[in-house]
């Protein structure tokens, strides 16, 4: 399978514990973005990485939020002391950017988080 | 800041039949579209997408359309089949500037056999 894995699919978790995700690229993809969605609402978006630069981030990512892409690949997205408010699916996009073309964002099945 | 309007939220049509999404931005720099489709449990599949040189565009039964100085896009399903059934989703960013896409907050397609 060649598109956008991550893990885990599901994660349930306790208020004030941490939790790290995991996003794989398409191969080539220079582009990762993050986006969090909520029931009944379309894809926020909450950062994004050109290779390894995390070059833009949502005022939704609070401080106990931090997403790394270290080699340029794959990308996790933590979030430290959960709160029931950080329920919601996580997904992960990747994008190739070509001159003069569009970019097209191809998205993973997500991670569905929930915060008891 | 910028957002995406998507009308109506649920959309409830007869097989056969076509159906119709609509979205405005206010962003007037955006200058490419894309339309996704989110079944349960899955992520966005784009389905269609336009780009802001062009009013108009066609995939099979799939069509959307531009009215950049009114910023609206809307997206047209034609003959729909149950497999249809979906959450659509419209987007609008400024394409290749590396900015953010911002969606709407989707359609609930129904397509009754």
């Known amino acids: 399978d060649t598109g956008v894995s991550q893990n885990p699919r599901h994660k349930i978790t306790k208020r004030g514990q941490n939790v790290t995700f995991r996003c794989d690229p398409i191969?080539?993809?220079?582009?990762l973005y993050w986006y969090r969605q909520t029931l009944g609402q379309g894809p926020e978006f909450l950062t994004y990485?050109?290779?390894?630069?995390?070059?833009?981030k949502s005022r939704l990512l609070s401080d106990r939020f931090s997403a790394e892409r270290p080699k340029g690949s794959f990308s996790t997205l933590e979030i430290q002391r959960t709160e029931q408010g950080d329920s919601a699916m996580y997904l992960c996009?990747?994008?190739?950017?070509?001159?003069?073309?569009?970019?097209?964002?191809?998205f993973g099945p997500g991670t569905r988080l929930l915060v008891l | 800041g910028e957002n995406v309007e998507q009308h109506p939220s649920t959309l409830s049509v007869q097989e056969g039949d076509s159906a119709v999404i609509k979205c405005t931005y206010s962003d007037s720099a955006s200058n490419y579209f894309p339309w996704y489709k989110q079944e349960l449990g899955k992520g966005p599949q784009l389905i269609i997408d336009i780009r802001s040189n062009v009013g108009e565009k066609k995939d099979q039964r799939i069509a959307v359309t531009l009215n950049k100085t009114a910023k609206h896009f809307s997206l047209h399903i034609t003959e729909t089949q149950p497999e249809d059934s979906a959450v659509y989703f419209c987007?609008?960013?400024?394409?290749?500037?590396?900015?953010?896409?911002?969606f709407g907050a989707g359609t609930r397609l129904f397509v009754k056999a």
């Open positions: 996009a990747s994008s190739i950017t070509l001159r003069g073309q569009k970019e097209t964002q191809y």
């Open positions: 191969s080539e993809h220079n582009r």
């Open positions: 990485f050109q290779n390894e630069a995390q070059l833009e």
């Open positions: 987007a609008a960013s400024r394409g290749t500037g590396g900015f953010k896409t911002i």
